[in-house]
């Protein structure tokens, strides 16, 4: 059995590294000229960007190249902040079928010290893919339990995943469903309820102790004294209970939802609440509660029966205008280039083109407590930008150039590699 895994993964690493035969990415000084660019956060105007040092050291009309900068003519061309993904296991999970390859889900209930960050794979085939369709910036997400891990935003470039980490760390919970987990799901109606009640009992069970714990460490450290236990599922939870950072909550029914908005107000948490499937039926609680939404995938089927068929595609600008503020995920692996179309469906269905692309960019910023670094093309913000030939909600658009961090990154990936070896065959027929 060991030689066979280790078959296994001999053979991941040869298929990894000869689909990532991509080109090195390019540091320096570059100046990109005659665009339109789309600040998001200060409206659309023809100008210039300098690229500097990993930042955007000037934006506007920019008459002289530095020297030693590279200018790059954009005429007709459209320069977007790079997109960001509010929930994803990119980088965490390979090949679906194989186990080896997976690494988002813990055993047990109550594992929040799990890093998401120190699983990321830097490699993953699946990066460049993604970075092809203007996406520069993910959440890598756990699952499994009721509190699965501590998921990270990274930006999609870097040898490790330190030198992706973006700047958030969030404490994930998935808060106990009092419905069907799916149309498979053939529990009987009382034993629905006594699971829920059950997954009830025992979070509020945890975070009690969680709250004792703080209470304990705050002692010791006002005694300036060292705690000498040593208990890391409680120490990951410490930042939230103190305020300091939000709880990244999963709920999606809107009887859950509430439940949730209730259960953050009495234990006076700063809240994320992740998923929402059904927020379009609790707008006025969600509104009044000031919790953020990170809502999605928007390309799914409805919930439940009664519902409309184009449900999934309202629910995001129906929060949006309802006064929530929402970002949008996909919820992916291997698909979360379709970021920009989740975000183009979501426009044509309610939300608009402007709402749309800010619950891509800066809102998801502003959530994560970023958005003094990214989501949007102003002076001084990191250089996590994208050049397209039009309208990147739309998939005739091609992006063109792509800079993570200042780095002018390749569009290519293991799809364009074969669209490109495949094109021109050689030799081309059949002996």
Request: net charge positive; with cysteine.
């Amino acid at each position: 059995m060991k030689a066979i895994n280790i078959i296994i993964a001999v053979l991941l690493v040869t298929c990894s590294i000869q689909a990532q035969m991509v080109a090195k990415s390019q540091s320096g000084t570059f100046l990109l000229k005659n665009a339109l660019l789309h600040t998001v956060t200060n409206g659309t105007m023809k100008g210039d960007i300098l690229i500097k040092d990993g930042k955007i050291a000037d934006i506007g009309s920019i008459s002289q190249a530095e020297a030693g900068s590279t200018t790059i003519e954009l005429t007709g061309k459209h320069i977007y902040p790079g997109m960001i993904d509010g929930g994803t296991k990119l980088g965490l999970s390979e090949v679906g079928s194989v186990s080896l390859t997976q690494d988002y889900r813990e055993l047990g209930d109550f594992t929040p010290h799990m890093q998401a960050l120190t699983a990321v794979n830097p490699n993953s085939v699946s990066i460049p893919v993604t970075r092809t369709n203007g996406v520069t910036t993910v959440i890598a997400k756990t699952e499994g339990g009721l509190f699965p891990g501590t998921a990270a935003l990274i930006n999609l470039h870097g040898y490790t995943p330190q030198q992706m980490y973006a700047g958030f760390k969030g404490v994930q919970m998935n808060f106990p469903a009092t419905g069907r987990r799916g149309r498979w799901d053939r529990r009987k109606d009382e034993d629905i309820k006594k699971d829920s009640e059950k997954a009830m009992k025992k979070m509020n069970g945890i975070w009690k102790k969680a709250v004792q714990y703080a209470k304990i460490d705050s002692a010791a450290t006002a005694g300036k004294k060292k705690r000498d236990d040593y208990n890391p599922q409680m120490d990951a939870l410490l930042p939230i209970i103190n305020g300091e950072a939000p709880l990244m909550i999963e709920v999606n029914k809107d009887k859950d939802i509430k439940a949730a908005i209730k259960w953050v107000a009495e234990n006076k948490v700063n809240a994320i609440f992740t998923g929402v499937s059904e927020g379009y039926r609790v707008t006025k609680e969600l509104a009044e509660s000031g919790v953020p939404v990170i809502t999605g995938p928007v390309l799914s089927i409805p919930g439940r029966r009664s519902a409309s068929y184009d449900i999934s595609y309202k629910n995001a600008g129906i929060m949006q205008k309802a006064g929530i503020k929402v970002a949008i995920r996909t919820n992916e692996t291997e698909n979360v280039r379709n970021l920009p179309f989740n975000a183009g469906f979501a426009a044509a269905y309610g939300m608009g083109v402007e709402e749309a692309l800010k619950a891509v960019t800066i809102i998801p910023a502003e959530i994560f407590g970023v958005a003094d670094q990214l989501g949007s093309l102003e002076k001084g913000k990191v250089a996590n930008l994208f050049i397209c030939d039009g309208d990147p909600f739309e998939t005739k658009t091609q992006v063109e150039h792509l800079f993570i961090e200042g780095y002018k990154v390749p569009i290519e990936s293991r799809h364009t590699l074969l669209y490109d070896e495949f094109l021109k065959r050689d030799p081309g027929v059949d002996k």
